[in-house]
């Protein structure tokens, strides 16, 4: 069967594409009245053909019966609303809408994703696509493969994509499957390891071991952003930091670092006021 001779868009769409279209078209033909109707009708062409959806009906109900059929025909009375289609699909147990509204010289279709209530929607200018209303594809609508494309990028893959096709997104990698090797591009310096006590190898952000030692009420990480203390002082190279082991008389009084900083002169050896 003759698809109506449209050719390859610009996105490789091809007239084997269309093989069917004459067959739905020819059951719906004498109930097409207005350029819109083929919009809608493409629209579920792409539906049924491509996507493998069954359309159950007419309406806006969001719910499943027993009763509910699917079927690849428009269903009756599909254009019997005036200005408004409401369509309604099923794949896989999960029920989309396909909704129209025509405003002024456009029509705007909305699909709905009733599960998630995910939704596109598109605006397209009927007396711009549609040439005609009898004949093949190629004389309804010359650029039927150009209006099949943005269907399928503006209205319908960002719905149906990664919900009931078999796709596999990035974010869908489970954290625990990445490789032991695996590093994060955006991170800085190594990653962080903890050992059981406060400090992390290799040390955060690659920045040096300054200052842990004040910053950790347990005293661990090192002596703190000054330098280690020694255990005897060296009088010869002079005063250490953090450290004054010279009395008021020029006598050493202590060896080691005593928490008492800077006692009153003359105050004895009681270091604890």
């Not at 109707?37 to 539906?47: E, G, K, R, T």
């Not at 903890?194 to 661990?220: I, K, T």
Request: charged share 25%; proline share 10%.
């Amino acid at each position: 069967m003759s698809s109506g001779g449209v050719g390859t868009s610009a996105t490789g769409t091809t007239a084997n594409d269309f093989f069917g279209w004459d067959l739905l078209y020819k059951t719906i033909e004498k109930n097409v009245d207005k350029k819109s109707d083929v919009l809608i009708a493409l629209a579920h062409f792409l539906l049924v053909k491509q996507y493998k959806m069954q359309c159950l009906g007419v309406g806006e109900d969001k719910t499943i019966s027993d009763e509910d059929v699917g079927s690849e025909l428009l269903p009756d009375a599909w254009n019997d609303r005036g200005r408004r289609y409401a369509l309604r699909y099923l794949h896989n147990g999960r029920l989309y809408l396909l909704i129209g509204h025509i405003t002024d010289d456009f029509i705007t279709m909305n699909l709905l994703d009733v599960k998630d209530t995910k939704v596109t929607n598109i605006t397209l200018n009927p007396q711009e696509w549609v040439k005609q209303l009898k004949g093949p594809l190629s004389t309804l609508m010359p650029d039927a493969s150009l209006i099949s494309d943005r269907y399928r990028k503006e209205l319908i893959d960002p719905v149906f994509t990664g919900n009931t096709r078999e796709v596999t997104t990035q974010t869908n990698v489970n954290q625990n499957s990445r490789s032991p090797n695996f590093r994060d591009p955006l991170a800085i310096g190594g990653p962080m390891r903890p050992m059981g006590s406060f400090p992390m190898e290799p040390r955060p952000f690659g920045f040096p071991d300054v200052g842990r030692g004040d910053l950790d009420p347990l005293g661990r990480g090192g002596p703190g952003n000054l330098f280690p203390m020694p255990s005897r002082p060296d009088i010869n190279t002079g005063l250490n930091p953090r450290f004054d082991p010279v009395g008021p008389d020029g006598r050493i009084v202590r060896a080691d670092p005593n928490p008492d900083h800077l006692p009153p002169p003359n105050f004895g050896f009681d270091y604890y006021m």
